[in-house]
C-alpha cells in the first residue's frame, strides 16, 4: 500500500493500539464463549488449551475487552453525537447501500451509520460486562435466578454484538481505504472528500 506525504492523520497510534486490543481480545471471546453455547463449536476449546483453561481465560479477556472499550469509548464519545445531517444521512442510507454515494449529505469524522453502530455496541457492550459478572462463579456468588437471568442476557447481548461486530468489519473492507485508518492512521484525501467531507474541510481548510 503506497502511503503519501499529503494523507491525511485520522488516528493517533494510542487510538489504533486501543482499538486493536478491543478487536483482538472480541475475537478470543467470540471463539472461545461460542465454544460454550453450542457443542457444534466445541472443539474451539482447543484453540485455549482445552475445555478448562478456555473457561478459565474467557472472563479475564472479558474484563480486558469491557476496560479496553471503556477507554475507547470515552475518546470517541463526543465524535459520535447524533446531528441533524446524521438523520439525513440515515434516511438516505438506501441510496449508499445500494451503491452510489456520490449525493449523500456531508459527514463529520463519523457518518449517521457508524454512529448508531457506536451506541449500539455501548449497550451491549454494557449488557454483556454486567450480565458476565453475574455468572461469574469463581468470584461472585449472586442468587440462582440473577445468574439464570444473567446467562440469557449474556449469551442473547453476545449474539448481537457479533452480528454488529460483522457488519463494522464488513463495512470497514466494503469502502475501499478504510482499513488503513487502523493500520497506519492515515487515509487519502479522495477518501475523505468522498465518505467524510465535512471532516475534509475541517482538517484541510478547503
Ligand atoms: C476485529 C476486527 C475489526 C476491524 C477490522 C475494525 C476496523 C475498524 C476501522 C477500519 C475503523 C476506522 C473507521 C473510520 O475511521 O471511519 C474502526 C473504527 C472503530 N472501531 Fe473497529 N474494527 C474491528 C473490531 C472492532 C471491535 C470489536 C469494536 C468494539 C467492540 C470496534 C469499535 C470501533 C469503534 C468504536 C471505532 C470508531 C468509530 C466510531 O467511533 O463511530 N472495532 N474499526
Known amino acids: 500500500m503506497i502511503r503519501d ?3 491525511l492523520k485520522r488516528y493517533e497510534p494510542a487510538e489504533r493500539a486501543n482499538h486493536w486490543v478491543v478487536g483482538i481480545s472480541f475475537i478470543l471471546l467470540a471463539l472461545s464463549g461460542l465454544a460454550f453455547f453450542h457443542p457444534a463449536f466445541y472443539p474451539l476449546t482447543q484453540l485455549f488449551g482445552g475445555p478448562v483453561w478456555t ?3 474467557h472472563p479475564y479477556l472479558g474484563v480486558l475487552m469491557a476496560l479496553s472499550f471503556a477507554a475507547l469509548s470515552f475518546r470517541f464519545w463526543h465524535l459520535n453525537k447524533m446531528t441533524p445531517a446524521d438523520k439525513a444521512w440515515l434516511g438516505r442510507v438506501g441510496e449508499m447501500v445500494s451503491g452510489d454515494d456520490h449525493n449523500m449529505p456531508e459527514q463529520g469524522k463519523y457518518n449517521g451509520g457508524q454512529k448508531v453502530l457506536f451506541w449500539a455496541l455501548i449497550g451491549c457492550m454494557s449488557l454483556i460486562a454486567v450480565s458476565g459478572l453475574l455468572i461469574w462463579r469463581a468470584w461472585f456468588g449472586f442468587d440462582i435466578t440473577l445468574v ?8 442473547a447481548a453476545a449474539a448481537v454484538m457479533i452480528g454488529l461486530i460483522m457488519v463494522h468489519v464488513y463495512a470497514a473492507i466494503w469502502v475501499k481505504g478504510t482499513i488503513r485508518a487502523m493500520w497506519y492512521g492515515t487515509v487519502t484525501r479522495a477518501w475523505a472528500k468522498q465518505h467524510h467531507r465535512g471532516w475534509y474541510r475541517q482538517v484541510t481548510g478547503k
Do not use: E, F, T
Open 148 to 155: 439464570r437471568l444473567g446467562a440469557v442476557v449474556h449469551a
Open 55 to 57: 473457561r478459565i481465560l
Open 5 to 7: 506525504p499529503k494523507d
